[in-house]
C-alpha cells in the first residue's frame, strides 16, 4: 500500500478534501488507516483523552514519542504527524529541531505539527532546513490556555483576525506544508485558505478549509468529559462498551460463561 506523502497532501489543495484524525496508540491507528483517512495526528490531546489531565501541557516528549512508535507500527498508507509537545520547540531553535527529528528518527513518524505563528517561525525555517516536514497550528492553540484564559474561539475581532491571516502567511513563506486552524470563525478560515498556497485543516473552523480534523475519542463517543460545538459524534462507543462489559460481568457471575465451546476438555471428541 502506497503511503499518502507530503507532495500528495499539498498537491491537494484546490482538487479534493483532506482528512485528518487523531491516533494514540496501535489499534486505533490499524483502524483509522483502513478507512482511508489522508492523515493521522499522534496528538497531544492525548494528554486529555487518554492520560486524563486537564489539559495538554502535561505530556513531554517521551510520552509523546512512545504513543507515536506505537501509531507508526499500525499506520502502512496514512501519513502520521507527531505533536510536538509544550516545551518542546519553544526554548530554543536547536532544541526544536533536535526535538522534532526524534519524531522522525525515533517514532517514526513522517512529519511534526508544533502551535503558533510568528513567533515559531525561527524553528519552522530550521526544521524545514533540517529535512523536518512541518504543519502549523494557528486559532485556539491549546498549549497557551493560560494566555487564553481557557478553551475560546480564536480571531473574532478585527484586529484578531488579520494577526490569524498574517500568521498563515509567514508560517506558509517560512515552510509549512500545510495549516491547523482551530476554533476560528468559519469566514476567517475561509480568507486564510484563500490567501495561502499550503491547505489548510480546520477543526472547529468551518466548511472552508481544505480539510478536517477532529479527535478520534471525540468522533467515536470515548470522551465525554465534554464535547466542544465542533465536534460530530459519529459513534457513542462508550456507552456500548459499558453495556458490552456489563454483559461480561454478569455472565460470570451467573456462571453462563465460559461456556463449553470456550473450554478445553481432555476428551478430543468434545474439542472443535
Ligand atoms: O492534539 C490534537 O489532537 C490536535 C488536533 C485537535 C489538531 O492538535
Ligand atoms: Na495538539
Redo the contacts with the bound molecule.
Sequence with gaps: MKRVTVPDVTAAKGRRKLT?L?AYDYPTALWVDRSGIDMI?V????AMVVLGHDD?LAVGMEEMLHHTKAVTRGAARALVIG?MPFLSYQVSVEQAVLNAGRFLKEGRAQAV?L?GGARVLPQVRAMVSAGIPVQG?LGLT?QSIAQFGGFKVQGKDAEAAQTLIEDAIALSEAGCFSL?L?AIPEAIAARITEAVPIPT?G?GAGPHCDGQ???VHDVLGLFDRFVPRFVKQYETLGPRIVEALTRYREEVENGTFPGPEHSFHTNPIHNP
Design positions: 485528518m487523531t495526528l496528538g497531544d490531546s492525548l495538554t505533536d505539527k502551535e497550528h491549546p491547523v482551530e485543516i477543526i480534523v477532529l479527535v
